[in-house]
């Protein structure tokens, strides 16, 4: 398929500045990086941790660096890049629901916060160049109609090709802008997925190689709907003929084999997540619940493989233009595979993020592990190559991650407030240093978490008992150990509150989505969020 530009954003690919046909020195203290966050992917889809799915390019960067085993986002898409693009905590950086409206609550504003300095905001006042291309999805929706400064050039990023919104078709996103420019036609092979690639690669191609470049590649990619094109839909669909539990088994035994765990360990079969308790085997299913089925996870592999492919094209655009050498990578997403969707969408998540339990939106490991890539190709680099990170890290790491590799420092202040960056950086983990070991902290939809020295405590929502988990002996959370051990569950609990009374997490809300929309909406008829 080739994309084609329409006329008011042929400026993306039809300039060739001369300047790419030059290789000209780059500042080697000032290295390019390219951040990759691809949407509701399991933990096991990618080839390197050990699923079917083929995706060569990024094995390759799995190859050239090091993969982490114990990478954590926030659980959903809009928080996680909240946290990312702020190093901080969702809620800190007023994005701890949806886009979907402003509650006018501090941790609730449904965008991201304007007292907080983004990572492009950062890097570029410290001579980066920095573009965007793909998924925003942290400016209310009721803004989209008009900038309202939270608009990705007006957060730091110089140049922005891509969709505002969470969610939508493949074939015609909205809203989709360059820059502040509202797009509105496409063309009859227009696929989002390789729009998001195309426009990467025009920036990298009009970049002077001289100055160093961030670019954040924000990857709709595999999130519904289900939308591939169907030569690519039919290449992957013999090998789901075997069924989900085949197919969860051996990516299981591939993950041993990769060393992403333990060989002793055996894997689980979740079955309270289902309806009445009670997973279904695959011979169990229908005929016609088989091929839906099926047909729905070769057309998920194929989104995921079309993405693989772009990256690809990222790669080689930088090889060609003598950058490759001189860029960091890193490559992750911004939460497990998703349920949403009905039964068959549930048992296909249930293979995506083996060996975890539970999904998206949830705070349980399958809702909140994810593959993290870091690959550095310069070549002083001190990775050892095709390594493993296996200490805990979350995405709150990656802004503190990118300062470090840039040489680069976190202001004092920013719009006159103090600010202090949550996370912390994992390039020790390149040196084969330990990572600054704390607590870790999750809360999405009152479902919350902590991560504290080998222990978890966690619960499905805020009406629901705290379950404590010994994550080093168990960490598929298949045994709660709260009636053992209740003095270690009353310290997490109360390390959790604490945590969760300083970053504006209460009073929990816990209104349906339609009904808590309707109520905020009510109360606060400006959506429009010029202040945050």
């Not at 591939?228 to 085949?246: F, L, N, S, T, W």
Request: charged share 20%; hydrophobic share 30%; glycine share 6%.
């Amino acid at each position: 398929m080739t994309y084609k530009l329409t006329v008011t954003t042929l400026a993306l690919t039809a300039i060739t500045s001369t300047v790419a046909a030059t290789h000209a020195k780059p500042d080697t203290e000032h290295p390019h990086i390219v951040l990759i966050l691809c949407d509701d992917m399991g933990f096991s889809d990618l080839s390197c941790y050990g699923g079917e799915i083929h995706t060569p390019n990024i094995d390759y960067l799995a190859e050239q660096g090091i993969r982490f085993s114990q990478f954590k986002n926030t659980g959903r898409s809009c928080p996680s890049r909240a946290a990312l693009l702020t190093g901080h905590y969702q809620h800190e950086a007023g994005m701890g629901w949806m886009t979907a409206v402003d509650e006018h609550r501090p941790g609730y504003r449904g965008q991201i916060s304007d007292h907080l300095p983004t990572l492009a905001e950062v890097l570029r006042d410290q001579g980066y160049a920095t573009y965007m291309s793909g998924k925003w999805h942290v400016t209310l929706d009721a803004a989209f109609e008009t900038p309202n400064g939270s608009y990705p050039v007006q957060r730091g990023f110089d140049k922005y090709y891509g969709c505002l919104h969470g969610g939508g078709s493949y074939y015609k996103p909205d809203p989709v802008y360059h820059n502040l420019q509202r797009i509105t036609e496409f063309p009859d092979d227009y696929y989002y997925t390789t729009a998001i690639t195309d426009s990467a690669v025009s920036f990298i191609k009009q970049h002077p190689t001289q100055t160093p470049m961030f670019m954040y590649i924000a990857h709709y990619a595999p999130h519904l709907p289900l939308q591939a094109p169907q030569d690519k839909i039919d290449a992957c669909r013999e090998r789901y003929k075997a069924g989900y539990d085949v197919l969860r088994q051996q990516r299981f035994e591939r993950q041993k084999a990769l060393g992403l765990i333990t060989p002793e360990m055996v894997l689980p079969v979740f079955q309270k997540e289902f309806p009445d308790g009670k997973r279904p085997a695959w011979t169990e299913l229908t005929p016609q619940q088989q091929e839906k089925w099926i047909t729905d996870m070769a057309t998920y592999a194929a989104m995921i493989e079309i993405m693989d492919s772009g990256i690809g094209k990222v790669i080689q655009t930088l090889k060609d233009k003598g950058m490759y050498e001189h860029t960091l990578f890193l490559f992750m997403s911004d939460n497990g595979s998703t349920s949403e969707g009905g039964f068959i969408k549930q048992l296909m998540a249930d293979l995506s993020n083996t060996p975890y339990r539970s999904y998206k939106q949830w705070v349980f490991q399958g809702g909140t592990s994810s593959p993290l890539i870091l690959t550095d190709g310069r070549s002083k680099s001190q990775t050892e190559k095709g390594s493993i990170c296996r200490e805990p890290s979350h995405i709150i790491d990656i802004f503190p991650t990118c300062l470090d590799i840039a040489s680069a420092h976190y202001p004092d202040t920013f719009h006159n407030q103090k600010v202090k960056l949550a996370g912390t950086s994992l390039l020790p983990a390149i040196r084969k240093q330990k990572i600054q070991p704390r607590d870790l902290f999750f809360e999405h939809q009152t479902s919350c978490a902590i991560l504290s020295d080998g222990w978890k405590l966690v619960r499905a929502n805020g009406r629901q008992p705290w379950e404590l988990i010994h994550l080093t002996t168990d960490p598929f959370e298949t045994q709660d150990l709260s009636e053992q051990f209740p003095l270690k569950a009353k310290e997490l609990e109360n390390k959790w509150t604490r945590w969760a009374e300083q970053q504006h997490v209460y009073p929990f809300e816990y209104r349906p989505w339609t009904e808590r929309i309707n109520y905020y909406q009510s109360l606060y008829p400006d959506q429009k969020g010029k202040e945050n």
